[in-house]
């Protein structure tokens, strides 16, 4: 079983595009994360639900807008695709709590032309 | 607030040598610390960590690290290197956020090459 999964592993778009990752997680954790990694492997958190509550929103252009429907999902919307979003994106997920293990998705290649 | 540091972007060792990641934090408040690897095109994957007790803590595929408080630092070791070590290893520090909430705050990764 795939403690943390997400869709698609690849997408590939063109600029001005609106397109949704999904995440789900089965571990039972109450809190889930969204992080960015650019092309030289840095990691950049952008958000991140505690029981379907939004407790971290960095820095991040409102054209992403997270939605949790429940405590095991996590989708991540962009609208208005810019090349400069092309990235990495990783799902995660923890209980809450400072010792805990945050555990990954596979990650979704997106690539905007 | 709090940061980490990962000394060398990349490091790269022979087959069957010594392994030595660094990682030195600042923190206002007794850390909790990790290391996690990334293999190439997969997710991130807990190695290690940091809570309280032994400072010297034992993790997956024969890594260990130990925590030095007065050195501020979280360095990764493992005796002897294997092909399969070949990945990107990130430290990082837990960090409060709000009402009982935590945050990972993490190193820029250091690439581990092995050579033959």
């Not at chain 1, 690849?10 to 571990?27: A, F, H, P, R």
């Not at chain 2, 290391?35 to 190695?47: D, K, S, T």
């Not at chain 2, 430290?91 to 909430?101: G, I, P």
Request: proline share 4%; charged share 15%; aromatic share 12%.
């Amino acid at each position: 079983d795939t403690a943390v999964s997400q869709t698609p592993k690849y997408l590939v778009t063109q600029m001005g595009n609106d397109k949704s990752i999904k995440c789900e997680q089965n571990l039972g954790h109450d809190t889930m994360y969204w992080y960015k990694q650019d092309s030289k492997k840095f990691l950049k958190i952008m958000f991140s639900y505690n029981n379907k509550e939004l407790i971290i929103n960095e820095t991040v252009p409102n054209r992403f807008s997270p939605k949790s429907p429940d405590k095991a999902h996590l989708n991540l919307h962009i609208n208005s695709l810019e090349l400069g979003d092309s990235a990495v994106y990783f799902c995660a997920s923890s209980q809450r709590g400072n010792t805990d293990t945050q555990y990954f998705g596979p990650g979704t290649r997106l690539t905007v032309l | 607030a709090q940061s980490v540091t990962q000394l060398g972007s990349h490091v790269s060792v022979s087959e069957g040598a010594l392994v030595l990641l660094r990682c030195n934090y600042s923190s206002s408040v007794p850390p909790y610390l990790f290391w996690y690897v990334q293999y190439p095109n997969q997710g991130l994957q807990l190695l290690l960590k940091y809570t309280t007790g032994a400072t010297l803590v034992k993790g997956i595929n024969g890594f260990e690290a130990e925590f030095k408080k007065s050195e501020t630092s979280f360095h990764l070791t493992k005796p002897s290197a294997h092909m399969s070590d070949a990945a990107e290893y990130f430290c990082a520090v837990s960090d409060a956020v709000m009402d009982s909430n935590y945050q990972l705050i993490w190193g820029a990764g250091t690439k581990l090459i092995i050579k033959p």
